[in-house]
């Protein structure tokens, strides 16, 4: 799709939009400042807690999430008018595409004409169903297309696509060459997306816990319930979809009707409108969020010192009033889950299992495949470049996207079940658990290649030969997979605890609204004596409800799993509230303070000392 040399914008109707950026940052800074000081009790409160031993045996990569760089030739169609242009394309690892004239100017390091962060993005491979979208987006009213110029997107078929498509950006036109060309970067492509829409989500610093804890507040006193993809990205972004979401309504009313063109073309110039709307509004909040950022910093580090030396009183007159409040909602609560939520409890959760289960069973597959791949290599008695190139390709398997794509697709395969399962509870957010289970694959991927290649390099000596060697791998082979096994199993419990609560949580604080929050400020004056923000009645009320709802899960997971082997598993992972007993573990697993040894991944390392010189040459 083209550009147009100017913002559709005036200055008038930019300024707006700052301050349509600027009431939002007012309204909910307040409420982040209040969750940072709630993020810090829960944190000190967990380090406090009893350490059991969480059941971590694969080593954690320090490997950062990356997408491999991706850069070759493509079509684009753009310009004034829009016409099909060759470009040079190149995907950053870091999650953002540019595109270059040609080749030359990105190997002389030129600027790019035009680059974008994949984040929303997604991606269609078949022109007539995105030429179905531009029609959907503004339908015209005549329904009569015969009087439309002729469009030169539909003049020249594209064999094989890639369009890019957002729901408050300028859509992306790209042609690959030929269908192998095109599937590596659709691969590539849907990599970038996922790495930059699970910024967030794979954080366990506070700030990013208290952010998503606001973003989810803040929605919630709008009256949106339901958990949906709107935290996916970055800050910044993430509060420039929840602006652009209270401003499309407006924006449709006011614009559309004025938009020169028909069809197609009027669906281009309202995407290059959003687009402009887009770009303001995330240079707002992005400098809205930069200019508290000194001001985090010092609040976080205050918050620490003052609350730390009176976490225990806080933490007693929290359990005394979650307790006279679980008395208060019990029969309420308890009514609203048995007829609302028991029913469709045991799908969800086998539902979310088969996801996570799939997932894994794939990449187990693939990492006993490419461990036996090097240990036929050390048979063979390779060169010692053949063997390094054979150990980096074995180091690199988690951020392959043709090998990861075989347990990607499997995170995907129950998408739509689930959507229908969970629709009847507002839960709108099915790509974000796709994504999540994507990102758990790879995660466990990167862990168990890490953990391999270390206990490889203790095993291996210069006093080896190939088959010695081989058979000292082989056993490491069987190390592996059995503390992979183990580590699934954990994650996949996690996994299934953090999406029930993201779908049924918000559903149950919606159907209580009406009467137990009424009952909330005879319980305030006990908490408002602390004079501390990280303690909240609204804060221990929602804890109350989460830790009943929890206890269903827990007995679903059994009933589900099976009672053997089962209990231990769930205290580990348990996402209970975070001052009762027994729920410290899954945050210590998280945080990476399980029992696990600092294992690299970030440069893969050789199988050391492999090859031992003078025994593996060839």
């Given at each position: 799709?083209?550009?147009?040399?100017?913002?559709?914008?005036?200055?008038?109707?930019?300024?707006?939009?700052?301050?349509?950026?600027?009431?939002?940052?007012?309204?909910?800074?307040?409420?982040?400042?209040?969750?940072?000081?709630?993020?810090?009790?829960?944190?000190?409160?967990?380090?406090?807690?009893?350490?059991?031993?969480?059941?971590?045996?694969?080593?954690?990569?320090?490997?950062?999430?990356?997408?491999?760089?991706?850069?070759?030739?493509?079509?684009?169609?753009?310009?004034?008018?829009?016409?099909?242009?060759?470009?040079?394309?190149?995907?950053?690892?870091?999650?953002?595409?540019?595109?270059?004239?040609?080749?030359?100017?990105?190997?002389?390091?030129?600027?790019?004409?035009?680059?974008?962060?994949?984040?929303?993005?997604?991606?269609?491979?078949?022109?007539?169903?995105?030429?179905?979208?531009?029609?959907?987006?503004?339908?015209?009213?005549?329904?009569?297309?015969?009087?439309?110029?002729?469009?030169?997107?539909?003049?020249?078929?594209?064999?094989?696509?890639?369009?890019?498509?957002?729901?408050?950006?300028?859509?992306?036109?790209?042609?690959?060459?030929?269908?192998?060309?095109?599937?590596?970067?659709?691969?590539?492509?849907?990599?970038?997306?996922?790495?930059?829409?699970?910024?967030?989500?794979?954080?366990?610093?506070?700030?990013?816990?208290?952010?998503?804890?606001?973003?989810?507040?803040?929605?919630?006193?709008?009256?949106?319930?339901?958990?949906?993809?709107?935290?996916?990205?970055?800050?910044?972004?993430?509060?420039?979809?929840?602006?652009?979401?209270?401003?499309?309504?407006?924006?449709?009313?006011?614009?559309?009707?004025?938009?020169?063109?028909?069809?197609?073309?009027?669906?281009?110039?309202?995407?290059e409108l959003l687009d402009a709307v887009h770009a303001v509004v995330l240079a707002g909040a992005s400098a809205g969020l930069r200019a508290f950022q000194p001001e985090k910093d010092e609040l976080l580090a205050a918050l620490e010192r003052t609350i730390?030396?009176?976490?225990?009183?806080?933490?007693?007159?929290?359990?005394?009033?979650?307790?006279?409040?679980?008395?208060?909602?019990?029969?309420?609560?308890?009514?609203?889950?048995?007829?609302?939520?028991?029913?469709?409890?045991?799908?969800?959760?086998?539902?979310?299992?088969?996801?996570?289960?799939?997932?894994?069973?794939?990449?187990?597959?693939?990492?006993?495949?490419?461990?036996?791949?090097?240990?036929?290599?050390?048979?063979?008695?390779?060169?010692?470049?053949?063997?390094?190139?054979?150990?980096?390709?074995?180091?690199?398997?988690?951020?392959?996207?043709?090998l990861m794509q075989t347990c990607y697709r499997e995170a995907e395969r129950n998408r739509g079940h689930l959507r229908q399962l969970v629709a009847p509870f507002g839960f709108l957010g099915t790509q974000s658990v796709v994504f999540g289970a994507q990102?758990?694959?790879?995660?466990?991927?990167?862990?168990?290649?890490?953990?391999?290649?270390?206990?490889?390099?203790?095993?291996?000596?210069?006093?080896?030969?190939?088959?010695?060697?081989?058979?000292?791998?082989?056993?490491?082979?069987?190390?592996?997979?059995?503390?992979?096994?183990?580590?699934?199993?954990?994650?996949?419990?996690?996994?299934?605890?953090?999406?029930?609560?993201?779908?049924?949580?918000?559903?149950?604080?919606?159907?209580?609204?009406?009467?137990?929050?009424?009952?909330?400020?005879?319980?305030?004056?006990?908490?408002?004596?602390?004079?501390?923000?990280?303690?909240?009645?609204?804060?221990?009320?929602?804890?109350?409800?989460?830790?009943?709802?929890?206890?269903?899960?827990?007995?679903?997971?059994?009933?589900?799993?099976?009672?053997?082997?089962?209990?231990?598993?769930?205290?580990?992972?348990?996402?209970?509230?975070?001052?009762?007993?027994?729920?410290?573990?899954?945050?210590?697993?998280?945080?990476?303070?399980?029992?696990?040894?600092?294992?690299?991944?970030?440069?893969?390392?050789?199988?050391?000392?492999?090859?031992?010189?003078?025994?593996?040459?060839?």
């Amino acid at each position: 799709m083209g550009g147009r040399s100017s913002s559709p914008l005036d200055k008038r109707q930019q300024q707006h939009l700052r301050g349509q950026v600027d009431a939002l940052l007012r309204n909910f800074l307040p409420r982040y400042r209040r969750q940072l000081a709630a993020s810090i009790l829960q944190q000190i409160s967990r380090e406090l807690g009893p350490q059991e031993l969480a059941g971590c045996q694969l080593l954690h990569s320090k490997k950062l999430p990356r997408v491999r760089e991706h850069r070759g030739p493509l079509t684009q169609f753009w310009g004034h008018p829009p016409q099909w242009q060759p470009i040079f394309c190149v995907l950053r690892g870091d999650g953002r595409l540019e595109w270059f004239s040609h080749r030359e100017e990105y190997e002389n390091g030129g600027r790019p004409l035009g680059s974008t962060a994949l984040t929303g993005y997604t991606i269609l491979t078949s022109q007539c169903e995105y030429l179905r979208l531009l029609d959907a987006l503004c339908p015209d009213s005549s329904g009569d297309r015969t009087q439309e110029e002729p469009d030169p997107l539909l003049e020249m078929p594209v064999n094989f696509p890639l369009f890019l498509q957002h729901p408050f950006r300028r859509h992306l036109c790209f042609s690959a060459a030929t269908g192998e060309a095109q599937r590596s970067w659709r691969l590539a492509l849907q990599g970038g997306i996922r790495l930059r829409g699970t910024v967030l989500q794979r954080s366990q610093a506070p700030a990013a816990l208290a952010f998503l804890d606001t973003i989810r507040l803040y929605r919630q006193h709008q009256g949106h319930f339901g958990h949906d993809d709107v935290t996916l990205g970055s800050d910044a972004e993430v509060l420039t979809t929840v602006l652009m979401r209270e401003l499309l309504p407006a924006l449709r009313a006011q614009t559309l009707p004025g938009l020169r063109g028909a069809g197609r073309a009027r669906a281009w110039a309202w995407t290059e409108l959003l687009d402009a709307v887009h770009a303001v509004v995330l240079a707002g909040a992005s400098a809205g969020l930069r200019a508290f950022q000194p001001e985090k910093d010092e609040l976080l580090a205050a918050l620490e010192r003052t609350i730390r030396p009176d976490v225990d009183q806080m933490l007693r007159l929290r359990a005394r009033v979650a307790g006279r409040l679980r008395a208060e909602v019990q029969g309420p609560l308890e009514s609203c889950l048995h007829r609302k939520v028991d029913a469709q409890l045991p799908r969800v959760t086998q539902t979310l299992l088969n996801t996570a289960e799939a997932a894994l069973a794939a990449v187990q597959a693939l990492l006993a495949q490419g461990m036996d791949r090097l240990s036929r290599h050390l048979r063979g008695k390779p060169s010692g470049v053949r063997l390094r190139k054979e150990v980096y390709s074995f180091g690199e398997m988690p951020w392959d996207p043709e090998l990861m794509q075989t347990c990607y697709r499997e995170a995907e395969r129950n998408r739509g079940h689930l959507r229908q399962l969970v629709a009847p509870f507002g839960f709108l957010g099915t790509q974000s658990v796709v994504f999540g289970a994507q990102d758990l694959a790879q995660q466990l991927m990167a862990d168990a290649v890490a953990t391999f290649l270390q206990l490889a390099d203790q095993c291996l000596t210069t006093a080896l030969d190939c088959d010695q060697a081989a058979q000292q791998l082989e056993k490491v082979r069987g190390r592996v997979l059995k503390k992979f096994q183990s580590d699934s199993g954990s994650a996949q419990r996690r996994f299934i605890h953090k999406w029930q609560i993201c779908i049924f949580l918000p559903f149950v604080l919606s159907q209580l609204e009406p009467s137990c929050k009424a009952e909330l400020p005879e319980f305030e004056g006990d908490v408002l004596a602390v004079g501390s923000p990280a303690l909240t009645i609204e804060g221990i009320y929602e804890d109350v409800i989460r830790g009943v709802l929890l206890q269903r899960i827990d007995r679903e997971l059994k009933k589900t799993l099976g009672a053997s082997n089962v209990s231990c598993a769930l205290d580990v992972c348990s996402e209970a509230p975070w001052d009762q007993e027994g729920a410290d573990e899954e945050t210590e697993t998280q945080r990476g303070t399980c029992s696990r040894q600092p294992g690299s991944c970030a440069e893969v390392q050789p199988l050391c000392p492999l090859p031992p010189p003078g025994t593996l040459q060839s």
